[in-house]
Each structure stands twice: as structure tokens, then as C-alpha cells.
């Protein structure tokens, strides 16, 4: 069974760092791109970051370049998304989820986890 698991989600005051853990199961992460995704109340789910660990491949949102870092760690079969100068706009709830392809749209991911809230204080 595919699960994917967020965590490391709370409260964080702008300027400050935090990172996000997707644990997944069921597969593999070097069969498989991981993409994280955020939703901020009443407004639609956007794509921050994904990441295809079997050839290195990244993107990032313009929004998030230079401030957000993805990763893997094939071994715990879990992807990090670290957040550093973290503005209030960051601010929303953070999912992962898996797709066979790298990209920043959230259709083509067939699996998601249930997300992990992310706040930011001014």
C-alpha cells in the first residue's frame, strides 16, 4: 500500500527556518518523484517543490527559489523540504505526493499524504 506521511509542521516566526519530513511507503523514492504542494485558506493548491531522486531532478516555485531546499534520503525513504526565511505568505498546509514525474502541477500525482500546517507570525 502507497502512503505518504508529513510531519514537522507548527509555528515559526517570519525569518525563521523549518523542515517539513514526507515519509513514504509502498514504494520506492528512486521510482517515483515527490513533490510538495501548499494550500492556504481559499485559495487553490499550488506546487512549491518536487524532486526526482533516480536522476537528480529539482524545481522550485519562483516563489520559494533560494529560500526552500527538497532533498531525499533514499535509505529512510523520506524527502525534507527545508524552509529558511520563512515569510507569512509561506503560511499554509504543506502536503507531499507522489507522481512519476517531476512537476509543479498537481494533477498528475496519483498519491498524497494528509498534510502538515504550516504558520507563520509577522
Known amino acids: 500500500e502507497v502512503q505518504l506521511v508529513e510531519s514537522g509542521g507548527g509555528l515559526v516566526q517570519a525569518g525563521g527556518s523549518m523542515r517539513l519530513s514526507c515519509a513514504v511507503s509502498?514504494?520506492?523514492?528512486?521510482?517515483?518523484?515527490i513533490g510538495w504542494f501548499r494550500q492556504a485558506p481559499g485559495k487553490e493548491r499550488e506546487g512549491v517543490s518536487c524532486i526526482r531522486s533516480e536522476d537528480d531532478i529539482t524545481y522550485y516555485a519562483d516563489s520559494v527559489k533560494g529560500r526552500f531546499t527538497i532533498s531525499s534520503d533514499i535509505a529512510k525513504n523520506t524527502v525534507y523540504l527545508q524552509m529558511n526565511s520563512l515569510k507569512p505568505e509561506d503560511a499554509a498546509d504543506y502536503y507531499c505526493a507522489a507522481g512519476f514525474l517531476c512537476l509543479l502541477a498537481p494533477g498528475p500525482y496519483d498519491n498524497w499524504g494528509q498534510g502538515t500546517q504550516v504558520t507563520v507570525s509577522s
Open positions: 509502498g514504494f520506492s523514492l528512486e521510482d517515483y518523484a
